[in-house]
Every structure is written in structure tokens, then in C-alpha cells.
């Protein structure tokens, strides 16, 4: 009897497994487990087997039944999950079934350039201290980057050498149209278009024929800054610049003037920013403890005469300042060219 009841398990089983639709199943579950299956009938005999016997055969029935019951229920959820239309039998041949087991792929998140978010920092910064954002555009006349700055016809930095000329070029040619070499041309563009009190800053992407190297690029960002009102002086320009740098690089930092020359600017001053070093000097500063940030002054009367303001009644400062050199300050970085040449590995780090 035992004989019989593993030879039926093993052709249920397989029935079982082979069956492709709802109804197959059920003519089979009929078959082996309904009331006049064959493990019914097998049941019934058990009477005629002595009392020894039966109780290891009547519990083999038992586990049979049971594992039948389940293989039922297993493969009618089989054939509940097969695809039906010729869309869904595609789509299935293409997926590869999931290994859960794996561990996770990282999803790649973008983020903001690393001079993006210095820039917007520096923005942010003084916003806070109640100026504005202004802008001009990239290519501009020789007029608004240099005559109207107060920059002679002859000067060197108007040379073909050190300027980007889009169209026309010379001395006297002051609609040739230029890649800025600074931000200032937004100085003239504001003060052309509003009356004072003016408290602008400028963000943008300057471009100078220089000779690319670890601190010099052919394009670089700034920030310029410009305040005119009445009484201004050249104590409010510091304050402010020592405000930002304080702000910017911790309330340690330090700011120094140093006398300069700049045409449209009249006293002219580079200023200076102390190092992340905290003055002791390092690789960044070169050692010296002074980091130097760019150009400032108070606005030169010849300005303000051209943009039609009256220098008498006027006073103002102007900054500028070099955005991948703060950043460079900020983050340790001792090459300008990284922020140029996108590699992600660079770019990742901030
Ligand atoms: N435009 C100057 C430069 O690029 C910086 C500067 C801005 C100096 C404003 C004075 C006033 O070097």
C-alpha cells in the first residue's frame, strides 16, 4: 500500500507541475484528493490493513494530501502570474528577474558647480548687507570696459595681446564690441540707467588673454561691487570688505589695503584677505599669511562726470573681486585650470 501511495505523489506531483491553465488543476486536484479520488479510495482500504500497519500508512496518506494541497495552491498562483497578452509575454522576456540580494546602486545627485555655489555664498552674503544684484552682458563696447572707466585710448590693457575683440579694435574705436576684461562695465551700465544712491553688486564671467597657468585662466568670475551716496568714504569700503571677508572665511579673518592703481578709481587700493591659515603662512599664501583678493577704491569724479553724475554731490567706492580665488582660499585648491576642465573627481569632492 505504502508502494502505491508514492507512486501516486509522484504522478500527482507531476501532473500537477505540468498543468497550464485553472481547469487542468482542478481535474487533477479532483482526481488524486476529491472525494472519489484515489487517496480517498486508498482511505477507505485502510480498514482492511492490520492494526500495525495502519497508522504509518494512514499518516503517509496525511503528508501526501498535504503536499499535494500545497503544489496545488503554488502552481495555481503560477499560472495566475503568466503574462496573457503578446505585450505583457515581451515584456517579461526582457526582464531579467531581480536579485534582491544585490547590494543597492547608488543613485548619481547632481549638484551646483563649485564656483556656482561659492558665487552664490558671496550673492547671498551681500544681499544680506542690502545690496543688489546687477548685471550686464558678457561681450560689451570698448567704450562701457574701458573709455568710460576712465581708461586712456593707449592703455596696455586695451592691447589686442590682452583683450578678446569680437569686432573692430584701436584706440579711438570706441564701439568695438569686446569680451569684458572685468565687471566694471556694469558700473557704468547702472549708473547710465538710475539716479543715486546706488548699492549694486555684479556677478559675472570675465575673459582676459592671459597665459593659462595654476592662478591664471582665460576666463575667470567676478564679483563688483558699487555704493554711491552722499558722505561715503573710504572707511565705509573697508568696513564692508572686512564685514564680508569675516563672514566669509570666519570672524578671524583680517583684510589689508594695500595703495594702487586703478583708472577709475582715485584712491586706488589691492586688497588683501588673511590666509585660512590664520596668518602663520602656508602653501595657499605662499607662506606670507596674506591672500591677495583683487581691486577697490572710491569711485574717481571722471566716472561719475562721464555717467552724467555730479561729483560734488556724489561719493562712492568700488570693489572687485576674484570668485575662483576666494574659492580657491576657501576650499584648498591650488590649481585654477581644476574648475575648467570637469572632472568629476574634482567636482565630486565639494
Ligand atoms: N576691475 C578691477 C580689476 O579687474 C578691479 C576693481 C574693481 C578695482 C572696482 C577697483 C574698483 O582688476
Known amino acids: 500500500m505504502l508502494d502505491r501511495l508514492n507512486r501516486l505523489e509522484k504522478e500527482a506531483l507531476s501532473a500537477l507541475g505540468k498543468a497550464s491553465s485553472q481547469a487542468d488543476l482542478d481535474n487533477i486536484r479532483a482526481k488524486y484528493l ?101 548685471q550686464g552682458p558678457d561681450v560689451d563696447t570698448a567704450y562701457n570696459n574701458f573709455d568710460a572707466l576712465n581708461t586712456p585710448p593707449n592703455h596696455p590693457s586695451r592691447d589686442i595681446g590682452d583683450t578678446f575683440y569680437i569686432a573692430g579694435f ?18 557704468i551700465r547702472v549708473m547710465k540707467s538710475q539716479e543715486p544712491p546706488v548699492r549694486i553688486i555684479a556677478p559675472g564671467r570675465c575673459y582676459r588673454k592671459d597665459t593659462i597657468d595654476a592662478t591664471h585662466y582665460i576666463s575667470f568670475w567676478q564679483v563688483e561691487g558699487l555704493y554711491v551716496d552722499h558722505d561715503v568714504t573710504i572707511a565705509d569700503l573697508k568696513g564692508v570688505l572686512t564685514a564680508f571677508a569675516k563672514e566669509l572665511l570666519g570672524s578671524e579673518t583680517e583684510i589689508r589695503f594695500r595703495p594702487h592703481f586703478f583708472p577709475f578709481t582715485e584712491p586706488s587700493v589691492e586688497y588683501d584677505f588673511t590666509c585660512i591659515c590664520g596668518g602663520k603662512g602656508c602653501r595657499i599664501c605662499k607662506g606670507t599669511g596674506w591672500i591677495e583678493i583683487s581691486g577697490a577704491g572710491m569711485v574717481d569724479p571722471e566716472v561719475f562726470r562721464e555717467v552724467g553724475y555730479d561729483p560734488d554731490i556724489w561719493r562712492g567706492y568700488a570693489f572687485g573681486m576674484g570668485v575662483e580665488r576666494i574659492a580657491m582660499i576657501r576650499h584648498g585648491i591650488d590649481d585654477i585650470r581644476h574648475f575648467y576642465t570637469n572632472d568629476l573627481r574634482f567636482l565630486e569632492q565639494f
Open 34 to 134: 476529491g472525494r472519489k479520488g484515489e487517496l480517498a479510495d486508498i482511505m477507505k482500504s485502510l480498514g482492511s490493513l492490520s492494526p500495525e500497519k495502519r497508522p504509518s500508512v494512514g499518516s503517509e496518506a496525511n503528508r501526501i494530501k498535504q503536499t499535494l494541497e500545497k503544489a496545488y495552491k503554488k502552481r495555481l498562483e503560477y499560472i495566475k502570474n503568466q503574462p496573457k497578452t503578446a505585450e505583457q509575454k515581451e515584456t517579461r522576456k526582457r526582464i531579467k528577474p531581480t536579485d534582491i540580494t544585490l547590494p543597492g546602486r547608488k543613485p548619481f545627485v547632481g549638484r551646483r558647480h563649485v564656483l556656482r555655489a561659492m558665487l552664490d555664498e558671496i550673492v547671498e552674503i551681500f544681499h544680506g548687507m542690502g545690496f543688489s544684484v546687477a
Open 170 to 187: 584701436g584706440p579711438d574705436d570706441t564701439d568695438a564690441l569686446l569680451l569684458r576684461t572685468h565687471t566694471s562695465p556694469v558700473q
